[in-house]
């Protein structure tokens, strides 16, 4: 049952500028939250304390406003509820899902099988899955930098076949149910070596803490979406609608990157491009 106002969140990572196809997503969610009457919430995904940087987080809120974007309160910075996500997965260790992995990524590349997850990386072999207790015990007690999985196998016979609502985010909310499918990702980290949580964790976490009763993102987190139902599951958490909308893409059709050098959205307003200009490039409804 979708309840009586719908709430939205847009959460971009401050680990660069935005750039057009962030320009599409937010203002893509604009136009349906209009629709619906929805609520707009602004998330800072700030969990990677080496990368962002709070410039980039000040750059952002400064672009959507430039965009016209008004968001319902102020913005929410994950950096600052490390706490919550270290509970979340204090509880899935109580249930026995999360183990210790050592491995770098030099070692899981020498062991690699070949098989890749969705994202064309190595899926982990699961060297330090049968490590016995006083294994672990003993590399935990000496300070080795860990990482901790979930193991993928027990976690999906715990949950059972889930189910994924896709929907567009109409005032109909005609919905798509498709089967998730978790084990194609692997045992995934969830805490990682460098900060206590992991993107998996802490949107999952964050969704259900705020409400979220739609979440609107780019078709490059579609698959992704089979880790975030199962966490939802193993934790207890709402599952909200989800409505990947499709990708901004270079001139050789691939999709814009920060890291790949995309123009960003202060560049273009600092040649006198207007935020018209960006839709219609765009081609959304004003």
Same mark, same amino acid.
């Given at each position: 049952?979708?309840?009586?106002?719908?709430?939205?969140?847009?959460?971009?990572?401050?680990?660069?500028?935005?750039?057009?196809?962030?320009?599409?997503?937010?203002?893509?969610?604009?136009? #349906?939250?209009?629709?619906?009457?929805?609520?707009?919430?602004?998330?800072?995904?700030?969990?990677?304390?080496?990368?962002?940087?709070?410039?980039?987080?000040?750059?952002?809120?400064?672009?959507?406003?430039?965009?016209?974007?008004?968001?319902?309160?102020?913005?929410?910075?994950?950096?600052?509820?490390?706490?919550?996500?270290?509970?979340?997965?204090?509880?899935?260790?109580?249930?026995?899902?999360?183990?210790?992995?050592?491995?770098?990524?030099?070692?899981?590349?020498?062991?690699?099988?070949?098989?890749?997850?969705?994202?064309?990386?190595?899926?982990?072999?699961?060297?330090?899955?049968?490590?016995?207790?006083?294994?672990?015990?003993?590399?935990?007690?000496?300070?080795?930098? +860990?990482?901790?999985?979930?193991?993928?196998?027990?976690?999906?016979?715990?949950?059972?076949?889930?189910?994924?609502?896709?929907?567009?985010?109409?005032?109909?909310?005609?919905?798509?149910?498709?089967?998730?499918?978790?084990?194609? #990702?692997?045992?995934?980290?969830?805490?990682?070596?460098?900060?206590?949580?992991?993107?998996?964790?802490?949107? +999952?976490?964050?969704?259900?803490?705020?409400?979220?009763?739609?979440?609107?993102?780019?078709?490059?987190?579609?698959?992704?979406?089979?880790?975030?139902?199962?966490?939802?599951?193993?934790?207890?958490?709402?599952?909200?609608?989800?409505?990947?909308?499709?990708?901004?893409?270079?001139?050789?059709?691939?999709?814009?990157?920060?890291?790949?050098?995309?123009?960003?959205?202060?560049?273009?307003?600092?040649?006198?491009?207007?935020?018209?200009?960006?839709?219609?490039?765009?081609?959304?409804?004003?």
């Amino acid at each position: 049952m979708v309840p009586s106002q719908p709430i939205f969140r847009f959460a971009p990572s401050p680990n660069g500028l935005l750039h057009l196809g962030h320009a599409y997503s937010v203002l893509f969610m604009q136009y #349906w939250a209009r629709k619906m009457q929805a609520k707009m919430l602004l998330r800072i995904e700030d969990i990677d304390t080496q990368r962002c940087r709070p410039e980039f987080a000040q750059a952002a809120i400064e672009d959507l406003e430039w965009l016209g974007l008004a968001f319902d309160g102020p913005a929410f910075y994950q950096s600052r509820h490390f706490p919550d996500y270290g509970a979340a997965a204090d509880a899935l260790r109580s249930q026995g899902l999360l183990y210790p992995c050592f491995c770098s990524r030099k070692d899981i590349k020498g062991a690699s099988t070949g098989a890749v997850d969705p994202d064309g990386a190595p899926i982990y072999p699961g060297t330090c899955r049968d490590l016995s207790a006083d294994q672990r015990k003993r590399r935990l007690a000496a300070g080795e930098p +860990v990482q901790w999985r979930l193991d993928m196998a027990k976690a999906v016979a715990v949950a059972g076949p889930i189910e994924i609502m896709e929907t567009m985010p109409t005032p109909d909310q005609r919905v798509e149910m498709r089967n998730a499918e978790p084990e194609r #990702w692997g045992d995934v980290v969830l805490v990682r070596k460098d900060t206590p949580t992991s993107y998996h964790l802490s949107v +999952v976490v964050d969704d259900a803490r705020q409400g979220i009763t739609h979440v609107i993102r780019g078709m490059d987190l579609y698959k992704s979406t089979d880790i975030h139902v199962l966490l939802q599951f193993l934790l207890g958490l709402p599952s909200p609608f989800y409505c990947h909308h499709k990708l901004v893409r270079d001139e050789s059709a691939e999709k814009l990157s920060k890291s790949a050098g995309a123009r960003s959205l202060k560049a273009m307003r600092l040649t006198g491009i207007t935020p018209d200009d960006i839709r219609q490039r765009l081609d959304l409804i004003k």
